[in-house]
């Protein structure tokens, strides 16, 4: 899946609760690959910007 259609998906599905369930508190039990957290955590910039 590429990258833009993976940002859209997660979007459309909700971001803010996949972000929080997946990297409550960024201690992660499980080693995701790397583009998981960097997905994961540039979801969470765009939710800081849109919740202003």
Same mark, same amino acid.
């Given at each position: ?28 039990? !499980?080693?995701?690959?790397? !583009? ?17």
């Amino acid at each position: 899946m590429p990258l833009q259609k993976a940002k859209d998906f997660a979007i459309e599905t909700g971001a803010k609760s996949i972000s929080q369930n997946i990297a409550p508190d960024q201690k992660l039990k !499980v080693k995701l690959p790397k !583009v998981y957290i960097d997905l994961i955590n540039e979801l969470q910039e765009l939710l800081k910007k849109a919740e202003g």
